[in-house]
């Protein structure tokens, strides 16, 4: 497993904005978020296929939430606006080795990615 170093959980108040960094050890073609709630499932937020920049949202963060990514860095951005006590949980990073495209119903599945980072907390106060 190669390490995804995450930064920029935090606390903050509904409606705020947080910004979240994941640093790989190299360029991965794909590079998403995950989120956990308290008692809920791992679910995907948003990737990005960095080769072209082609990006992913689910429905729930889509106009609120923006993935980016510098290769320079080998660094993958979330940026969350408008955040609701909904998007509390513990953030992860991912990295997929693989370079083959990923339908779009792929692009937020678990088991499309290889390496995980440790999480963030984030938490949003009404």
């Known amino acids: 497993q190669e390490e995804l170093v995450e930064s920029g959980g935090g606390s903050v108040q509904a409606g705020g904005s947080l910004r979240l960094s994941c640093t790989a050890s190299?360029?991965?073609?794909?590079m998403a978020w995950f989120r956990q709630a308290p008692g809920k499932e791992r679910e995907g937020v948003a990737a990005?296929?960095?080769?072209?920049?082609?990006?992913y949202y689910a429905d729930s963060v889509q106009g609120r939430f923006t993935i980016s990514y510098d290769r320079d860095k080998s660094t993958s951005y979330l940026q969350m606006s408008s955040l609701s006590t909904e998007d509390t949980g513990i953030y992860y990073c991912a990295a997929r080795t693989s370079a083959d495209f990923l339908p779009t119903e792929f692009a937020l599945a678990r088991s499309q990615y290889d390496d995980w980072g440790q999480g963030t907390q984030v938490t949003v106060s009404s």
């Open positions: 990005i296929y960095t080769s072209i920049r082609t990006t």
């Open positions: 190299r360029n991965r073609w794909y």
